[in-house]
């Protein structure tokens, strides 16, 4: 068959039955679970007497509540604790596998996924999550959940759900230095809006995106969710392939190349149907910094910060995001003065993502006001990192090298930010009071620019500070 | 293999009657309706107290502090309500709280999810009928709205307010399948075949 997206054909083959109710039962290849949103999901399946369908295909981590400097068990914290024992239990009795902190792949759940090779082209994939989509960097369809859906996975390896309509996003040309894909994604919601996905897959594509890595790939996907797409995927290729290549759970030997043949098959067809297109030019991406109280209120970091046009429907959206952030309409976000650094969250938590910000940290000192944080996705990132000696980089830049977490994406761990402190963030969310203060500030950019407003104490342009030719 | 009847907590839901509480503003993410720091237990018990519970110290007469809509039972919204996490305790506090059913702009994808997974209902109206019922809600607080699954229509000061949700939407509620875990299992054979035609499942 042609003219199909991959999302058609993932659905299509995933369609157990149209259901009474109109909705498509769609069959979960991967649950991916960890302790945030599954005990009480658990607790629903004990007492309606209903045991796990298909426990094999689901994989438990410990992500958001795991403390990032002393993870000696029972945890300080007596409710992350009990959501910890929580889990170890439910993956006990139900015969789920886990990485829990004694693992060697403990992490950041859409860290481990792929990196163990559990995130494969052609899978639908849930998680009581909404970065969820980042899986959808392989080409697969990756459904962020509530834990009431968390139960029905559980409970029958299914969901029910609508159908989707998808928009391609085609990334035109090259980006240049100092613009990564954080730039890319944060480019596209501020130019669609936050909620321009609501009821769409997003397709991205083009010379841009066939360029990246797959650590790329999953920073674009990943922040699908914030402008609305519910799933974001990019089409398995030769970069998709030579990732998945070893992957502890990646088919091995002959398996291996009949599954590129079916990974490829998966591929939205050249002439395939779209519901809508988006081309955005990748030559003209500057690094950009969110000025506001979501993802889609960013600017390029040499502009200024928007002024409210009266009569204009996002005037009050630009006022209360200004009031909150005490930022000035029209003044320049650079020079912002920043109180913390963080570099970690399933959005930029990467090797590749703590390499780019350890190019720019080398050889320079953390401002002396300036709390700097790097928080690896994985242990398997942290591994990986200390080999090369980044930990080193970092810490004699005065940066605080962690252990593995979502940490002060969301602090649900003791990091968190202390009354209307100012954050440079590699995370994917500014909304109001998201890393742990009610009143706390967070600026979004990529992991160079959180390592270039570090050094500086202020929103600096990394494209400054890079060495030349880099 | 146990039937729907046993495995749902099955309610039909065809109608909700009750006074409104309207919250201005578009992107209200459930973080702000639910900070995560509220997330940290095993159960969803006591969620409704810490609704907005950061929005209720910092925006002045927030609705959700303000006696004159402390029954209401029909949540009033602009523009993508809900955006953000997928955390379901955003819609479990609004539950807990006393909220039966939202009527708004529009919704996240994942809210809207969550929403009919724990049977609230979620419909969308056109932007001058929010702004209708909004300022009625504002001025009469204790004006009673009839929300109706069947017909789709709010029913508020003698106007008639036209109402979408997905088809899908509006059977799981009238025909009470919005917890679907018994209608997912009720064909598991068919789970399996499909299963079994994976080629990952197979293992290539």
Avoid at chain 1, 158 to 176: E, M, N, Q, W, Y
Avoid at chain 1, 237 to 246: G, V
Avoid at chain 2, 18 to 29: E, H, K, M, Q, V
Wanted: glycine share 10%; charged share 20%; proline share 5%.
């Amino acid at each position: 068959m042609s003219r199909q997206t991959l999302l058609h054909k993932v659905w299509d083959l995933h369609t157990v039955r149209r259901l009474p109710t109109g909705q498509t039962q769609l069959f979960i290849g991967l649950h991916l679970i960890h302790e945030v949103t599954t005990p009480q999901a658990f607790d629903m399946l004990r007492s309606r007497g209903i045991d796990v369908a298909l426990p094999e295909r689901t994989y438990a981590t410990a992500d958001h509540i795991v403390p990032t400097l002393d993870q000696r068990r029972p945890f300080a914290d007596e409710l992350a604790e009990q959501m910890m024992a929580a889990l170890e239990r439910n993956c006990r009795d139900y015969g789920i596998r886990f990485s829990d902190l004694t693992s060697d792949h403990q992490g950041i759940v859409h860290v481990i996924g792929p990196e163990l090779g559990l995130t494969q082209p052609g899978m639908t994939i849930a998680c009581g999550d909404s970065h969820t989509s980042t899986h959808g960097a392989f080409g697969a369809v990756a459904l962020g959940i509530g834990t009431s859906q968390v139960r029905d996975v559980l409970a029958s390896q299914c969901l029910a759900i609508d159908p989707l309509k998808v928009r391609r996003i085609t990334v035109s040309g090259k980006l240049g230095k100092g613009v990564y894909a954080k730039d890319v994604i944060l480019e596209i919601i501020a130019r669609l809006g936050v909620q321009g996905g609501v009821g769409y897959a997003y397709e991205y594509g083009g010379p841009a995106v066939d360029r990246m890595t797959m650590d790329e790939r999953m920073t674009i996907c990943n922040m699908s969710i914030e402008g609305g797409a519910r799933v974001g995927y990019v089409n398995p290729d030769e970069t998709t392939f030579s990732y998945m290549r070893d992957r502890p759970f990646a088919p091995q030997g002959d398996a291996f190349a009949r599954a590129t043949d079916w990974w490829t098959s998966m591929a939205s067809d050249s002439d395939a149907v779209y519901d809508d297109e988006v081309v955005i030019d990748g030559d003209a991406i500057v690094p950009r910094v969110t000025w506001g109280i979501n993802p889609g209120q960013s600017v390029g970091v040499t502009e200024c910060i928007p002024v409210p046009d009266t009569g204009s429907a996002d005037a009050i959206a630009i006022r209360e995001a200004l009031d909150f952030m005490g930022f000035s309409a029209g003044s320049p976000i650079l020079g912002t003065k920043v109180d913390m650094a963080f570099v970690g969250s399933c959005t930029n938590s990467r090797l590749s993502d703590l390499r780019e910000a350890a190019q720019v940290v080398t050889g320079h000192r953390v401002a002396s006001h300036v709390t700097a944080l790097v928080v690896p996705g994985s242990k398997g990132v942290l591994r990986a990192a200390e080999a090369e000696g980044l930990d080193q980089i970092f810490q004699e830049a005065g940066f605080e090298w962690r252990g593995a977490g979502c940490s002060m994406c969301l602090a649900m761990n003791p990091d968190r930010l202390e009354g209307r402190q100012v954050c440079a963030s590699s995370s994917n969310r500014n909304f109001k009071g998201r890393q742990g203060s009610p009143t706390g500030r967070t600026l979004l950019m990529s992991p160079a620019m959180v390592a270039a407003a570090a050094i500086n104490g202020e929103v600096t342009d990394v494209r400054q500070l890079l060495p030349t030719g880099a | 293999m146990s039937t729907s009847k046993q495995m749902n907590q099955t309610r039909q839901i065809d109608r909700v009657e009750g006074t409104a509480i309207p919250l201005r503003g578009s992107n209200i993410d459930t973080d702000r309706i639910i900070p995560a720091r509220f997330l940290k237990s095993i159960t969803f018990e006591g969620l409704g107290e810490h609704a907005f519970e950061d929005d209720r110290q910092s925006i002045p007469n927030h609705p959700f502090a303000n006696s004159a809509f402390r029954a209401a039972s029909i949540l009033l919204v602009n523009e993508n309500f809900g955006s953000g996490s997928s955390r379901e305790h955003a819609p479990q506090s609004l539950k807990r709280w006393g909220i039966r059913a939202c009527v708004g702009e529009s919704f996240s994808d994942i809210f809207k999810s969550n929403t009919l997974a724990i049977g609230l209902p979620c419909a969308t109206a056109t932007a001058d009928d929010i702004e209708f019922l909004m300022a009625i809600a504002e001025q009469v607080p204790c004006t009673t709205m009839e929300f109706r699954v069947e017909t789709l229509v709010l029913q508020a000061a003698e106007r008639s307010v036209v109402l979408d949700m997905p088809r899908g939407t509006r059977e799981s509620l009238l025909t009470g399948q919005w917890d679907a875990t018994g209608l997912l299992l009720d064909r598991f054979n068919e789970v399996r075949t499909i299963a079994a035609s994976l080629p990952y499942v197979k293992g290539f």
